[in-house]
């Protein structure tokens, strides 16, 4: 079992930065790969990033180059440092802890945090 706890959410202007955490408890941590979803009002669940236990890291086309995910597993702990944010970034952020199949499908994660809200003012 894993609780996941979100922070760092907050309002932004256009072209600022922001870095999200998301704190984990529990021993496994190390065995998971972990990822970023974020879910706009009105849309679906989104991909945004995504960090394997040995550090290989996967991104969605559209924030490649602006954000960068990391992890210390000593700490029990991810982080999203989100620069040059949009508007369209704006949505509820969450930290999920996968245990196996494709880190870029939603389903195939096994725990959630309760999300931390990101507002891009334009």
């Known amino acids: 079992q894993v609780q996941l706890v979100e922070s760092g959410g907050g309002l932004v202007q256009a072209g600022g930065s922001l870095r999200l955490s998301c704190a984990a408890s529990?021993?496994?941590?190390?065995?998971?790969?972990m990822g970023w979803f974020r879910q706009a009002p009105g849309k679906g669940r989104e991909f945004v990033a995504a960090?394997?236990?040995?550090?290989?890291?996967y991104y969605a086309n559209s924030v490649k180059g602006r954000f960068t995910i990391s992890r210390d597993n000593n700490k029990n702990a991810m982080y999203l440092q989100m620069n040059s944010l949009k508007p369209e970034d704006t949505a509820v952020y969450y930290c999920?802890?996968?245990?196996?199949?494709?880190?870029?499908?939603?389903?195939?994660?096994?725990?959630w945090g309760q999300g931390t809200q990101v507002t891009v003012s334009s």
């Open positions: 529990g021993r496994a941590f190390v065995t998971y790969a």
């Open positions: 999920a802890a996968n245990t196996g199949g494709s880190v870029y499908l939603s389903r195939e994660y096994d725990y």
């Open positions: 960090i394997r236990s040995a550090g290989i890291t």
